[in-house]
């Protein structure tokens, strides 16, 4: 199985900070590498998949890159909407595999 | 627009089984593959099983095969989950979510809990 490990499992950040989480998978996964968002006591919503394409109405503010096996998704200006876990997955074998997600919170 | 709708959730004892269903609208349900990602409480995501719009290619995590099953119903717009052999490691909220044509998921329903306890 192929195992996605996030960094750091938290960080505090203000409004305004540009913020990056970072994934990183145990082997190369072809960029099959989607990023999630999730707020407390809601469902996930998808943001980024292919590594660095955007999901349908998500904001530019959010960014994903890299390849191989190392990836980052980036958040250019924090706003009190982005306060959430992120978390990242990868799509490109059986069983997908989450990271096990980024908590962001206010400083 | 796209919504998925689960229902089935609910209290069951161990070893007992349960089934979740997810109804699809606003979109053509048979063209997409469809998957069931789960949550412990207060931990994070676990994907769980996916099924091909024919239904002909399915696909478990180790910790599932041979007690739950996926299917659907393209004539119905339904996915379900069959649970059998319930554990309380089970006990989660189980996500319907509809798969885009390159593997990822694009949409999320709102979610079923279901508790595994005596």
């Known amino acids: 199985d192929i195992q996605m490990t996030q960094s750091p499992s938290s960080l505090s950040a203000s409004v305004g900070d540009r913020v990056t989480i970072t994934c990183r998978a145990s082997?190369?996964?072809?960029?099959?590498l989607a990023w999630f968002q999730q707020k407390p006591g809601k469902a996930p919503k998808s943001l980024i998949y292919?590594?660095?394409s955007l999901q349908s109405g998500v904001p530019s503010k959010f960014s994903g890159s890299g390849s191989g096996t190392d990836f980052t998704l980036t958040i250019s200006s924090l706003q009190p909407e982005d306060f959430a876990t992120y978390y990242c997955q990868q799509y490109n074998s059986y069983p997908l595999t989450f990271g096990g997600g980024t908590k962001v919170e206010i400083k | 627009e796209v919504q998925l709708v689960e229902s089935g959730g609910g209290l069951v004892q161990p070893r007992g089984s349960l089934r979740l269903s997810c109804v699809g609208s606003?979109?053509?349900?048979?063209?997409?593959?469809m998957s069931w990602v789960r949550q412990a409480p207060g931990k994070g995501l676990e994907w769980v099983a996916i099924?091909?719009?024919?239904?002909?290619?399915?696909h478990y995590v180790d910790s599932v095969k041979g007690r739950f099953t996926i299917s659907r119903d393209n004539a119905k717009n339904s996915l379900y989950l069959q649970m059998n052999s319930l554990r309380a490691e089970d006990t989660a909220v189980y996500y319907c979510?509809?798969?885009?044509?390159?593997?990822?998921?694009?949409?999320w329903g709102q979610g079923t809990l279901v508790t595994v306890s005596s």
């Open positions: 292919l590594a660095s």
């Open positions: 979510a509809r798969v885009w044509q390159d593997g990822t998921v694009d949409y």
């Open positions: 099924i091909k719009p024919d239904g002909g290619e399915k």
């Open positions: 082997q190369d996964i072809n960029n099959y």
């Open positions: 606003g979109f053509t349900f048979s063209s997409y593959w």
